[in-house]
Structures are given as C-alpha cells and as structure tokens.
C-alpha cells in the first residue's frame, strides 16, 4: 500500500488537506516572529525563551489535554482550536516593541497550546481508523506534509516578511487558518466512540496509572522524545544573527536554512521509510547524529551549511513517525488520547530543554559549532539506548 492508496481514505484525505493549509500557516508565520524579536533587538535568552514558549504548552498541559481528546467529539474540537489559533495569530499584529514581548510569549502559548491539543487528538484519531501498514503511511503522510509545510512556510514566509512586513504575514496566516475551518465543515467521521462513564479525575488518574504500568510504551515514549533534540528554531536564528546577517538579510536566512532542512524533512521517507524496521532502528539513529555533527562542520559558511542542514533533515520524519507508529500500536484504544498527550510532552520537553541549552549555551560562550555537535552526539548515545531497549523488550515479542 502506498501513500495514494491511504489517501483513498476520505477522512485521511480531508485531513491531510486540512493540515497542509494550517501547518503552511504556522511555519509561514513563524519566520515573521523570530525576524521581528531580533529587528527589536532580542537578546539570545529571549530568542530561546520564544522558541520554548511554542513548546511549553505540550509539557504543562498534557494531563488536560489527553483527557480532552478522549471526552470531546474530534471535529467539535478541531473547529475551536483553529479558532483559537485565528485569535492569538491576529494578535501578534499588536506587538510593536520588545517591552511587549511578553505579551507575544503568551499568545504564542495559548496558540501553540491549541495547535498541541489538536496534533494530539489527530494522532489519536488515526489509529481509530486505520491500521498497521496504512497506519504507518499516515503517520508519515503526516510527517511529510509538515515537512512540505515547514519548507514552503519557511521560504515564502522569509521572503513576504522581508518584503512586506511582519503585519502581513501574521494576516496572511490567520487567513490560511480560516481557510482550514471552512474545510473542516465537509468532514465526516464515522467511527464508534469510546464512551467516557468516568469522572474526570479518575481519567486523569487512571490514565496516569496505565501509563507507568506500561514500561515499554515509556521506553518508546522516551526515544520518541530525542527526537526534540533536532528542535533547531534558536539555534537557527543564532546563526542567522550572529553568523549569516553579514551576508543575507535575517528573515531570508531564517527563511531559506529551514526551507533546506524541510526538504530533506520532505524527500527522506520516501528513501528510508521502506527500509528501516525495529531491527535497524538504531542505524537511523547514528546516521542521524553523524548529519548533525557534518552540519556543525559546515556552520563556517552559509552555502555549506545548507547542505549540512539538508542531510540533517534527511533522518529526521522517519525517526519521527517511525517511533511514533511503534507507541500508537501498543496503546489500548481507550487510553490513546491520554498516552499521546504524554507522549507529546516529553516530547515537547525535550525540544523545550533544546531551546535553552542552545540560548544559554551561547551566553556560556560556548560556540554554535559546538552547541551543534553536543546535538549530534546525543543521538549517538540513544542509538545504543535503542539497542538495550530492542534486545529487552522487542526481540522477546
């Protein structure tokens, strides 16, 4: 079964469009955010702060979250987030200078809040519908369209924030969010609710309790989560400011390094996905890590660093959507919404505790080279955390 074949499906096929014009929105959005803290004259720490802001809500929230997506009726859910996301977009228009950037780090976390609450409940609702082999292609269907999003939203986004202003870009998005409500009213979903009889703090603590029973499913919620350590937004606007500005204008180099690393966010399933299994897992892993140490040698030069940042990418959507297909298949139908909210905050965490290791790093004095190597190497130590894993728990499957 191939990628067509899934989107046969049409509430896979809905969805996936739905998450195109959203997902486009975000990252189209996201390179006017950080070009406009550092056209105010960001500090590394504030820059590392925005980034985490976006992250922070998926950590501090996941209890509520998960118990949301298992109590509320999916589209009903959807249509307030992407209300919500229209809302804190527009408001961003209002930021004017770095004595509000506070207010900016509130609006990126309640619509990073909602966009985490409604990434969750997608990830719950696809095992509802499919399975196995079409499930593993809807994950990275899913992946992939992020990645195309993240490449398209990044370029396009540096280019109309460069050009245009920040103001536009923040309208522009609130439009494509509007768009994706209005295609959400053609969605229908027919599957078989799983009915909630109990009361919400018995949700929450039963939900907690099948969690730390499932030792596996913490262990595949822990690899998941080192993918957070590709969280490269601070790292990225660093090279940008610090390294690149001499050269390119700083929403285009924001613009055009993400754009670059998308694309091998884009192209890499479609070379690896069909190769990689619970028996090689931890090859990707160390190929991962040798990306990001090359990246790092090639941080010297702008052109260079492209390419660096292209291999990088290369690894990263099967890893993603690899590891979390592997968590989705050992969760109980019933306990899905509240062990993918868990899930996406360690994951969350991680990108989180990224950010500011790379902001405070930098104030340390340590160089952006270095930063970027310390990245690399960690995947190298979870390669072999995936060996110990496998050899204890997957081969006696």
């Known amino acids: 079964m191939n990628y067509l074949d899934t989107l046969k499906h049409p509430v896979i096929r809905r969805l996936s469009l739905i998450q195109f014009i959203s997902y486009f929105g975000t990252w189209f959005s996201q390179v006017a955010i950080f070009s406009m803290i550092v056209s105010y004259g960001a500090d590394e720490i504030t820059i590392a702060l925005t980034a985490a802001m976006a992250m922070l809500p998926a950590v501090v929230l996941a209890p509520v979250i998960g118990l949301i997506i298992d109590k509320i009726e999916f589209k009903k859910l959807m249509s307030i987030l992407l209300l919500v996301e229209i809302s804190m977009t527009l408001g961003f228009i209002f930021i004017n200078s770095l004595e509000y950037v506070w207010v900016l780090m509130i ?56 050009y245009l202003g920040f103001d536009l870009a923040f309208i522009a998005d609130a439009i494509l969010y509007t768009i994706a409500v209005l295609l959400l009213i053609g969605l229908h979903i027919d599957i078989k609710r799983v009915e909630q009889h109990e009361s919400n703090f018995d949700m929450l603590k039963n939900g907690f309790h099948y969690l730390v029973s499932q030792k596996k499913i913490l262990h ?178």
């Open 220 to 397: 595949l919620i822990l690899l998941h989560a080192a993918i957070g350590l590709t969280s490269f937004d601070a790292l990225i606007t660093l090279l940008a400011d610090l390294k690149y500005k001499e050269l390119i204008a700083v929403p285009l180099a924001i613009g055009w390094m993400n754009a670059t690393r998308a694309v091998g966010l884009m192209l890499g399933p479609f070379f690896i996905s069909k190769i990689v299994s619970k028996n090689n897992l931890h090859y990707f892993f160390i190929a991962q890590g040798l990306a990001i140490m090359l990246w790092s040698i090639l941080e010297y030069n702008f052109y260079l660093a492209l390419i660096g940042l292209f291999i990088t990418g290369f690894f990263i959507t099967t890893l993603w959507s690899y590891t979390y297909l592997l968590i989705q298949e050992e969760t109980k139908p019933e306990f899905m919404g509240r062990v993918i909210s868990y899930n996406d905050m360690f994951f969350m965490l991680s990108n989180v505790a990224t950010a500011l290791f790379i902001g405070y790093a930098s104030t340390w004095g340590l160089s952006l080279e270095g930063i970027t190597l310390i990245l690399g190497l960690g995947f190298i130590f979870v390669a072999f955390y995936y060996r110990w894993f496998r050899k204890h728990y997957l081969l006696n499957d």
């Open 107 to 162: 609006l990126i976390f309640i619509r990073s809040g909602a966009a985490s609450m409604l990434f969750s409940a997608e990830m719950a609702l696809f095992p509802k519908l499919v399975s196995g082999e079409m499930l593993k292609n809807t994950n990275e269907i899913h992946s992939v369209i992020w990645s195309i999003c993240y490449a398209l939203g990044m370029a396009i986004g540096g280019i109309v924030t460069y």
